[in-house]
T-cell receptor, first 113, second 118 residues
Framework: DADVTQTPRNRITKTGKRIMLECSQT?????MYWYRQDPGLGLRLIYY???????NKGEISDGYSVSRQAQAKFSLSLESAIPNQTALYFC????????????FGPGTRLTVL | AQTVTQSQPEMSVQEAETVTLSCTYD???????LFWYKQPPSRQMILVIR??????QNATENRFSVNFQKAAKSFSLKISDSQLGDTAMYFC???????????????FGQGTILTVHP
């Protein structure tokens, strides 16, 4: 089974709808991250969490919110989706150890019409 | 703030040949890590290779090696004996080893699409 899972894998929604992307991990890591990927821009950090009680904004947090329900779960919400939030979204985890390696989920392709 | 730049949006190479992907970065930090991630058509992000800034020796992983030039803030990836399975988007990424809230966060470049032709 995959160590980092994301649901849904693909989603099409309409402008103004609320949508939640979910991430779960079995790696036992404390740190979790949400990124979005856009063509020509690479991956950009939306939010990150170093433990259940710690939530931090990344470089592009406007229009998004997150919830860290447990060590293993980190959800990303779009309260009122807009077309320019159409992107590929990745969740990642890290143990915060020496080498800073992050482990990524399979991604969620979100389309906002 | 750190920035990472990949100036080659697309590259192509013939199978079995060698190709080099470029990456430059900007930071005031002295202690950091650099990474190359591969993203094949499956979308999965896969770590290819990692370089610790305090190490002068260039990292190598089988057919993948880097040319790390700390003073020039350059971190290129060389793929030898290219294979069809190397076709993917490649991302360069930076992570500071300094303390505080930036610790462990990844900053990515724009990506380079590599196509390996048979």
């Amino acid at each position: 089974d995959a160590d980092v899972t994301q649901t849904p894998r693909n989603r099409i929604t309409k402008t103004g709808k609320r949508i939640m992307l979910e991430c779960s991990q079995t790696k036992g890591h404390d740190r979790m991250y949400w990124y979005r990927q856009d063509p020509g821009l690479g991956l950009r950090l939306i939010y990150y969490s170093f433990d259940v009680k710690d939530i931090n904004k990344g470089e592009i947090s406007d229009g998004y919110s997150v919830s860290r329900q447990a060590q293993a779960k980190f959800s990303l919400s779009l309260e009122s989706a807009i077309p320019n939030q159409t992107a590929l979204y990745f969740c990642a985890t890290s143990d915060g150890g020496q080498f800073h390696e992050q482990f990524f989920g399979p991604g969620t392709r979100l389309t906002v019409l | 703030a750190q920035t990472v730049t990949q100036s080659q949006p697309e590259m192509s190479v013939q199978e079995a040949e060698t190709v080099t992907l470029s990456c430059t970065y900007d930071t005031s930090e002295n202690n950091y890590y650099l990474f190359w991630y591969k993203q094949p058509p499956s979308r999965q992000m896969i770590l290819v290779i990692r370089q610790e800034a305090y190490k002068q020796q260039n990292a190598t992983e089988n057919r993948f090696s880097v040319n790390f030039q700390k003073a020039a803030k350059s971190f290129s990836l060389k793929i030898s004996d290219s294979q069809l399975g190397d076709t993917a988007m490649y991302f360069c990424a930076f992570s500071t080893n300094a303390g505080g809230t930036s610790y462990g966060k990844l900053t990515f470049g724009q990506g380079t699409i590599l196509t390996v032709h048979p």
